[in-house]
């Protein structure tokens, strides 16, 4: 997979903290692990919510059709 190159700017406290936790080759691979998780996270987040909404609709709908359902079935 291709790669891309970026510059980025941490605080000197975080960058210490990330030195003495990751090796300095292996730090590229930990960031964009955590980036990954991050991600993944987020997206697992606003799948939930649009889950949760949309059974908030069904509930909703299946409310105002409770009555609905069983007219002229007796």
């Known amino acids: 997979m ?3 190159r970026l510059n980025i700017s ?3 406290d975080t960058f210490a903290e990330l030195s ?3 090796e300095s080759r292996k730090r590229s691979q930990f960031i964009t692990t955590a980036i990954k998780s991050f991600l993944k996270e987020k997206k697992a987040q606003k799948l939930a919510a649009e889950y949760k909404e ?3 609709d069904i509930r909703r ?4 059709l409770d009555g609905v359902i069983s007219d002229g079935l007796d």
């Open 20 to 22: 003495r936790e990751v």
């Open 10 to 12: 941490l605080p000197e």
């Open 54 to 56: 949309a059974s908030e």
């Open 61 to 64: 709908i299946n409310q105002e």
């Open 2 to 4: 291709a790669s891309i």
